[in-house]
């Protein structure tokens, strides 16, 4: 049994080499390397070069060793076979990790207090909010965003969440579907997007869904933060947005393009963060482990945890 990596991106001979250890008994293959087709069952592809997954006929499964499987599913010709995607705790604790970071910061008001800083200008806000006068709203309440929904409320922030499906998640406000949108983003003023880039969602964080949030709350203008997929967000309407006072302040993991070209005027807005679609950034190892482990249940015909729904899209 063979493994194929059809990874671009990351260091190709660093997750070889961890393979190589975790799986003894397998011959792991880059696509650059001479390798009997036939001889591949298994195959972990991240951004895989293009047809590096075809012509492999006797291909069992899939596994992307990141959580979403959009890089995956934009191929026309992925072949039918069960795709598997990451659910890490390291992954996990290191995007609630962003997540939190970034409504404390604009809770507190952050971004004012370093502009004032740079301008030797001291001004205390002295209506300043505490935690459970914010509301959070979370788009999307998977693997990632509970885990975030539930550090933020050990916070004290007042949370909610929005997912495809209806569901029940204790402490939390829980809406669902395009009909609860609305009153979802009613009620939030710090909107975070951890949803996966799909043929529904892409697009969504758009000027119609900013004017749909909350004008009442108490850290002022509403803030954005996303951290799913850059295929989200439309940069133009952010912009837009930024510009006439609909939002107040974005924090950006990811683009539409990425890197973030260098001509972007999103770089310079006063009132923009931005981080290089480094929320999570995975660990190899750990990352590399689970991987192992899924292919192993694979194998023992076991199936494991994070198998995609394809139709969905993720
Ligand atoms: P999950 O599949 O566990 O969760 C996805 C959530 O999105 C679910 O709650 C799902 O609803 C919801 N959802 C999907 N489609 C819709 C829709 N049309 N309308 C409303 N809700 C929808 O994914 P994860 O939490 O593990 O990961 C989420 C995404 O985070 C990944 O796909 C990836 O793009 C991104 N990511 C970014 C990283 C970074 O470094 N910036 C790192 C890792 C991941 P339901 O519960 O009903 O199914
Ligand atoms: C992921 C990512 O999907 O790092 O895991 O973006």
Redesign the pocket.
């Known amino acids: 049994m063979s493994v194929l990596l059809a990874i671009s991106g990351m260091p190709l001979d660093m997750w070889q080499r961890e393979f190589e250890t975790l799986l003894p008994d397998m011959n792991v293959y880059t696509p650059g390397e001479p390798f009997d087709r036939r001889a591949i069952h298994y195959a972990v592809a991240w951004r895989h070069p293009p047809r590096s997954l075809n012509g492999l006929p006797n291909l069992a499964a899939i596994f992307s060793p990141?959580?979403?499987?959009?890089h995956l599913l934009r191929d026309p010709d992925l072949p039918h076979v069960p795709i598997y995607?990451v659910?890490d705790a390291d992954?996990?604790g290191?995007?609630s990790e962003?997540v939190v970071l970034h409504c404390l910061l604009h809770l507190r008001g952050l971004l004012r207090d370093m502009q004032n800083q740079r301008q030797r200008h001291w001004a205390p806000d002295p209506l300043q909010p505490a935690a459970g006068n914010v509301r959070v709203g979370i788009?999307?309440?998977?693997?990632?965003?509970?885990d975030a929904a539930e550090k933020l409320l050990h916070i004290g922030f007042d949370v909610a969440?929005?997912?495809?499906?209806?569901?029940d998640v204790p402490g939390i406000a829980m809406f669902?579907?395009?009909a609860q949108?609305p009153a979802f983003l009613a009620r939030t003023d710090i909107l975070v997007s951890?949803?996966?880039?799909?043929e529904?969602?892409r697009g969504?964080l758009n000027k119609s869904v900013f004017s749909g949030l909350a004008r009442n709350g108490r850290i002022g203008r509403p803030v954005i933060i996303n951290?799913?997929?850059g295929g989200l967000q439309n940069e133009a309407d952010i912009l837009e947005a930024l510009g006439d006072g609909t939002l107040g302040a974005a924090s950006l993991?990811?683009f539409e393009t990425e890197p973030l070209p260098v001509d972007s005027p999103l770089w310079d807005h006063p009132s923009v963060i931005i981080t290089p679609?480094?929320?999570?950034?995975?660990d190899h190892e750990a990352i590399s482990r689970r991987v192992a482990s899924q292919i192993r249940a694979v194998q023992a015909g076991e199936t494991p945890e994070g198998l995609v729904?394809v139709t969905?899209?993720?």
């Open positions: 990141g959580a979403g499987v959009d995607r659910v992954l996990t290191r995007m962003y788009m999307g309440m998977g693997v990632l965003g509970r969440g929005w997912s495809r499906t209806p569901k669902a579907g395009e949108l951890l949803l996966p880039l799909t529904e969602t969504v951290a799913g997929r993991d990811v679609h480094s929320a999570a950034m995975s729904n969905e899209g993720y």
